[in-house]
């Protein structure tokens, strides 16, 4: 069965860097891309970017092109997203979620997601 | 970046009643659109893809329709299950665009 399955939730400080794993199982880790998704505590969810898996390939939403680099290593089918320079405004849950590699890209699979705080 | 508009912002209902959320598009997304569905403290789940196709698993008093910039969500005879929030999302241009969502609850 498919599975994402992401790192336990982070505290950190103002300024620093964390990065965050999404294991994949039970698929082809490269048929499909890696996405990720940051939801603000009660809010309405943002899509960051993907990467293929395959070719290492990112897309990135222009807001989060200068704090967040998804990066892969197919040896252990894990996608990893760094987010740099924290502020409270990146105090959030994030969430690795897959679609195929061609239209259309709905998201068929969601990781547990992991909560981030940034505080001193 | 496409905007999506959803309404209402939350909902009450009775349980075996019907409820529809609306979603609209700033532009045409030709049908690229997805509905999932996210209770307390879990991560959203897929309903609807392409606008009106169902999701592996999901009950079919799940229902999706619209076309162009317009979007529905129908939920037939409510369920205590379908607590939850419901947010719509396209996926015809990037960056790809939630909704603000729709917390449904029982009346």
């Known amino acids: 069965q498919v599975n994402l399955l992401q790192s336990g939730a982070a505290l950190v400080k103002p300024g620093a860097s964390v990065k965050l794993s999404c294991k994949a199982s039970g698929y082809t880790f490269t048929d499909y891309y890696i996405h990720w998704v940051k939801q603000s505590h009660g809010k309405s969810l943002e899509w960051i970017g993907y990467?293929?898996?395959?070719?290492?390939?990112?897309n990135y939403n222009e807001k989060f092109k200068s704090k967040a680099t998804l990066t892969v290593d197919k040896s252990t089918n894990t996608a990893y997203m760094e987010l740099s320079r924290l502020t409270s405004e990146d105090s959030a849950t994030y969430y690795c979620?897959?679609?195929?590699?061609?239209?259309?890209?709905?998201?068929?699979?969601w990781g547990q997601g992991v909560m981030v705080t940034v505080s001193s | 970046d496409i905007q999506m508009t959803q309404s209402p912002a939350s909902l009450s209902a009775s349980l075996g009643e019907t409820v529809t959320i609306e979603c609209r598009a700033s532009e045409d997304i030709y049908s690229n659109l997805a509905w999932y569905q996210q209770k307390p403290g879990n991560s959203p789940q897929l309903l609807i893809y392409d606008a009106n196709s169902l999701a592996d698993g999901v009950p079919s008093r799940f229902s999706g329709s619209g076309s162009g910039t317009q979007y529905s969500l129908k939920i037939n005879s409510l369920q205590s299950e379908d607590v939850a929030s419901y947010f719509c999302q396209q996926y015809n241009n990037y960056p790809f665009t939630f909704g603000s969502g729709t917390k449904l609850e029982i009346k």
């Open positions: 979620t897959r679609s195929l590699r061609r239209v259309p890209y709905y998201f068929d699979y």
């Open positions: 990467i293929n898996p395959n070719s290492g390939y990112t």
